[in-house]
């Protein structure tokens, strides 16, 4: 069965550093997401993305965040200069239509640590 | 703008009681309602959806959940709780504003004693 695959599952990081958060998202499927959960908190929606543009994004995803689909198969979430608030888990998902009635396939998640 | 309240971060039941896991969502127009489970190290997985049929919504592994207008509730329920239903359970909402992007709740995770 499809599935999308995040990687890694689990990264450890120190304050400032890079961070890029790699996602392969179900292979007909058009459009893609970014959420992240902090620990105890709610899902929380970062970015949409559909042909090769954000369609919609909220007040978290600020100008360290970015997004990128490199080729045809990976959907990356960057994080340019990471700070302690930023540790959570990072879920990538992926549907083939919008979302009114469809569904969202998620992958495992991707934990950050920042340290 | 659309919000969702999951009430209890856990739920603790004994294996074959009733589980009940609550929800309630707030949307400025009438929402789509949706149910994801994720079990241990898994992604989160679609369990049921309400997209303005009818209003008991019958998902999978023998769960079912009631979309009641009047209580902006969307309570999450199965009969008999099994040992493998150990899973933390999501709630999310669609409610307009011109998004369809789902809210999602905190979570509840569900711990089911033998």
Redesign the interface.
């Known amino acids: 069965e499809p ?2 695959t ?1 990687t890694p599952s689990h990264q450890v990081t120190q304050m400032g550093q890079e961070v890029i958060l790699r996602c392969v998202p179900i292979s007909n499927h058009l459009y893609f ?1 970014w ?1 992240r ?1 902090i620990l ?6 970062l970015v ?1 993305f559909y042909n090769n543009e954000i369609s ?1 994004k909220s007040e978290i995803f600020d100008d360290q965040f970015s997004v990128e689909r490199p080729d045809g198969s990976n959907f990356t979430l960057k994080i340019r200069s990471t700070k302690l608030e930023d540790s959570a888990m990072y ?1 990538c ?1 992926s549907s083939g239509d ?4 469809g ?7 991707s934990r950050l640590t920042v340290l | 703008a659309q919000s ?1 309240t999951q009430l209890g ?1 856990h739920v603790s039941v004994s294996e074959g009681a009733l589980v009940l896991l609550r929800c309630n969502y707030s949307s400025s127009v009438p929402p ?1 309602l ?1 149910w ?1 489970v ?1 079990y241990p ?6 369990l049921l ?1 309400y ?1 303005s049929a009818a209003t008991l919504v019958k998902g999978i592994n023998g769960f079912e959940a009631e979309f009641k207008k009047s209580e902006t509730s969307f309570h999450l329920t199965k009969p008999s709780a099994h040992m493998s239903d150990a899973a933390e359970y ?1 709630c999310a909402v ?1 409610g307009g504003g011109g ?9 509840t995770s569900l711990i089911v004693h033998p």
């Open positions: 599935e999308v995040q997401y959420y959960q105890g908190q709610k899902v929380e929606f949409s919609e879920f998902a919008r979302t009114n009635t569904e969202l396939f998620f992958g495992e998640g | 969702v971060s789509y949706f994801y994720q190290n898994q992604g989160l997985q679609l959806k997209t999501f669609i998004s369809y992007i789902p809210t999602f709740g905190r979570g």
